[in-house]
Nanobody, 121 residues
């Protein structure tokens, strides 16, 4: 099995920063893309940022210029640096990994348990 452990959420004021971390462990063999999704109350889950195995990045328009995604392949880890946070960024943030387990030819999606980010004055 593959486990994703997230950390770094919390309560901050508008304009402040947070850094989310996600580490994949267990039977993960290879990772393609790593990303962060978020889901606010009453809204659908949305892709916030994603980074490919080659380092190409995608950002939702709402976070461009404020959020930065990075990964450490040696540690099977991804990070999301969130600056200039706004109340609209309040949501549960989920780490997502697209990859393969040992012995599997099928690429799968794996999800973290979610970490709450609250931006409020």
């Amino acid at each position: 099995q593959v486990q994703l452990v997230e950390s770094g959420g919390g309560l901050v004021r508008p304009g402040e920063s947070l850094r989310l971390s996600c580490a994949a462990s267990g039977s993960i063999f290879a990772i393609n893309a790593m990303g962060w999704y978020r889901q606010a109350p009453g809204k659908q889950r949305e892709l916030v940022a994603q980074i490919s195995s080659g380092g190409s990045t995608y950002y939702a328009d709402s976070v461009k210029g404020r959020f930065t995604i990075a990964r450490d392949n040696a540690k099977n880890s991804a990070y999301l640096q969130m600056n200039s946070l706004k109340p609209d960024d309040t949501a549960v943030y989920y780490c997502n990994v697209v990859g393969w387990e040992y012995g599997s030819l099928v690429e799968n999606d794996y999800w973290g348990q979610g970490t709450q980010v609250t931006v409020s004055s």
